[in-house]
C-alpha cells in the first residue's frame, strides 16, 4: 500500500484535474448554448434563401448561368472543418474516417482531389497520414466572427466559375439534436445539389401558387443568380460551421462530464485508501504506546 | 396574409432571426438600383438590395400608433407576391427593438475595423456609407 503522503499527493492531483475539467466542462455548455441560440434563430433565414433558391432553379427555361451547371475538371474539393481544440472524445476521428473515404473515392474514380482545412486539431493528424491542405482557413470561431466565411465562399465559387473545380463540399459533423450527431459532406457547388439539399431540409418548400415566371426580377436572372449564389453558399458555409461548432462544445461537454466524473470516483477511491492507511498508521502508534507502557508496568 | 384591401403582410429576416412579422400599409426600401416603395397587392418582384434605411408603415390595428418603423439593410434580397413583402436581409439593425447603445457599439467597432483598410477598397466606402446610415438610425429613434 502506498504511503499516507503519496496518497494524499494523487488526491490532490485528481482533485484539480476535477475542478480544471468541470471548469471546461461548464464553458462548453455556455459556448454550446449561445451556439444554439444563433442556429435557432438562422434557422428561419435558411428557409428563406432555399424559397428563393427554389424558385430559380424551377424556372421553366433553365438559366444559363456557370454555378447552374456542371463542369468537368476532373478535380474535386473538400473542406474539412475539425475541432478548433482537443479533448472532445473521437470528434476528429470520424472526420478522418469520412475524409479517407472521399480520397478513396477519387482515386477510384481517377480525379485528383484538393483538401481544405480549417485551422484546427485535424491538421496534426493530416500531417501525420502526409496529406497536405492546400490552404488552411482561421477555425470556426474566428470564421464565424470575421470576414473568414466571405473569402472561403469568394474562393471556391471564383474556382469553380474558372473550371478549376467539378465539386466542392464541407466535411463536416452535423448536429441533429443533443443526443445525435453525425458526420456528413454537404455538397456546396455545383449550386442546383445545395438547392436541392436545402429544399430537402426545409420546413415548406414554396406553398404558393406563383412560379418564377410570375416574377418581376431586378437584376435580371443571370445577375440574381450571382449574388444569390454567394448568399447561399456563404450563409451554407456559415450554417455548417455553426453545426460543427455545436456538435464540438457538445462532444466536449460530455467527455468533461466523464473525465469530472472519473475525477470524483478516484477521490472517492483514494480518500477511502487514505483513511484505511491513516487507520492502519493509528493503530499501529496505539500499539507502540500500549506495549511501551506495558514494559513500562 | 391580411384580409384588409389596403395592407399587406411586411417580413425582415435576417441571420440573427426574424425581426418584423406585421401588418403594413406602406414600406419603402433600398434595392440595388434605387428606392423601391411597395403598397398592397405590389405585383411579384425579386429583388437584390443595396445598403439603406427601410421605412415601414405599420398597420394601425397591429401597433395602435402611427410611427414609422426604420430599419437598416445591407444587401441581401426582397421577395414581394401574394401581398406579402419578404426582407431577406444579409444585414439587418432595426431601431425599434434595439438599445441605443448597441446603435453605438456598433458605428464604434466598424470604426475600429476602419483602421486596416485601404482607403481606396470598396469595402472602405461601403463601411463609411453604412456609419453614417447607422448614425442616421440613431438620431430617427430619438
Known sequence: MAGIRQILQRRRAAESIRRITRTMGMVSTAKYKSYHNKRDAAAEYENALSQIGYLLVTSQEPIDHPLLKENKSNCSAVLVVGSARGLCGSYNNHLTHLLDMHIKNASQLGKKLDVYATDSKLLNTLSYRKIKPQKTYPNIDESLGGAGVDEMANDFIEQYIAGKIDYFGIAYMRYYSASSQKVQTLTILPLTELIDNLTTRTTAIWPYDISFEDFYLSPEAFEVIKGLALTIVRASIEFCFMDAALSEHLARMVAMRSATENAENMIKELTNEYNVARQGQITCELLDIVSGTGDLK | ?142
Not at chain 2, 443595396?50 to 390595428?61: R, V
Open chain 2, 1 to 142: 396574409m391580411t384580409d384588409s384591401p389596403n395592407i399587406f403582410r411586411c417580413v425582415i429576416i435576417s441571420p440573427a432571426g426574424k425581426l418584423l412579422d406585421c401588418s403594413a400599409i406602406c414600406a419603402t426600401f433600398i434595392a440595388h438600383d434605387g428606392s423601391v416603395g411597395v403598397m398592397s397587392n405590389h405585383m411579384p418582384m425579386l429583388c437584390e438590395l443595396g445598403l439603406g434605411i427601410m421605412a415601414i408603415e405599420p398597420a394601425q390595428t397591429e401597433t395602435k400608433t402611427d410611427r414609422k418603423k426604420f430599419a437598416l439593410i445591407d444587401g441581401g434580397f426582397a421577395l414581394i407576391h401574394s401581398n406579402m413583402v419578404n426582407i431577406i436581409a444579409a444585414d439587418a439593425v432595426i431601431s425599434w427593438d434595439t438599445k441605443k447603445e448597441k446603435i453605438e457599439y456598433l458605428i464604434e467597432r466598424s470604426k475600429k475595423k476602419l483602421k486596416g483598410v485601404s482607403e481606396v477598397s470598396e469595402q472602405y466606402s461601403h463601411q463609411v456609407e453604412k456609419n453614417a446610415l447607422l448614425e442616421k438610425l440613431l438620431s430617427n429613434m430619438d
